[in-house]
T-cell receptor, first 116, second 113 residues
Framework: AQSVTQPDIHITVSEGASLELRCNYS??????LFWYVQSPGQGLQLLLK??????LVQGIKGFEAEFKRSQSSFNLRKPSVHWSDAAEYFC??????????????FGAGTRLAVHP | DVKVTQSSRYLVKRTGEKVFLECVQD?????MFWYRQDPGLGLRLIYF???????EKGDIPEGYSVSREKKERFSLILESASTNQTSMYLC????????????FGPGTRLTVL
């Protein structure tokens, strides 16, 4: 069965430090891949997405992610974290569903805290 | 700008009440989705709809139903609310074709007493 794993439930970094959030998926083919961010009390905002082409994807707010087929991973990175990046981050993958439709499966999320 | 709106940000209901959560999108998207979000579990799909009057069960449909009478509106119904349905509910929409990107509303935090 398809699944998405975010191994880190909580991560704390200092402002200005680099960040990497991990995401692994289980699926036989290459799915569509997404990272969303959720600020407290808000809905989800798309940071970036991958569906083909260059495996290094640039997103908004200075984030990037790299798709590694051999590791079934799509890790999110940022070279220098800002206090406003404190939020919850969700990795999601798109799979074909019954009837030919597609759906997203989400990881459990990683909550990021940023120390001043 | 893409917009998904939900009728309430916060809602408090009593056990056994019938609850309606409304979602409206202005992007002419074919697909609409209802998720619930619980700590440590991420987002779980309750129902989705790929066309007017069409619906498909997601991963956790028990205790819920949906209605889609117009393309832009997708309603989630709790026929008889229970305390274990206390959660954050998120609505999303997407195009039928394409890369599956979903656009989310701000969420409704429902508390059932």
């Amino acid at each position: 069965a398809q699944s998405v794993t975010q191994p880190d439930i909580h991560i704390t970094v200092s402002e200005g430090a680099s960040l990497e959030l991990r995401c692994n998926y289980s699926y036989g083919a290459t799915p569509y891949l997404f990272w969303y961010v959720q600020s407290p009390g808000q809905g989800l905002q798309l940071l970036l997405k991958y569906f083909s082409g260059d495996t290094l994807v640039q997103g908004i707010k200075g984030f990037e992610a790299e798709f590694k087929r051999s590791q079934s991973s799509f890790n999110l990175r940022k070279p220098s974290v800002h206090w406003s990046d404190a939020a919850e981050y969700f990795c999601a993958v798109g799979f074909p569903f019954s009837g030919g439709y597609n759906k997203l499966i989400f990881g459990a999320g990683t909550r990021l805290a940023v120390h001043p | 700008d893409v917009k998904v709106t939900q009728s309430s940000r916060y809602l408090v209901k009593r056990t056994g009440e019938k609850v309606f959560l409304e979602c409206v999108q202005d992007m002419d998207h074919e697909n609409m989705f209802w998720y619930r979000q619980d700590p440590g579990l991420g987002l779980r799909l309750i129902y989705f709809s790929y066309d007017v009057k069409m619906k498909e069960k997601g991963d956790i449909p028990e205790g819920y139903s949906v209605s889609r009478e117009k393309k832009e509106r997708f309603s989630l119904i709790l026929e008889s609310a229970s305390t274990n349905q206390t959660s954050m509910y998120l609505c999303a929409s997407s195009l039928l074709a394409g890369d599956n990107e979903q656009f989310f509303g701000p969420g409704t935090r429902l508390t059932v007493l």
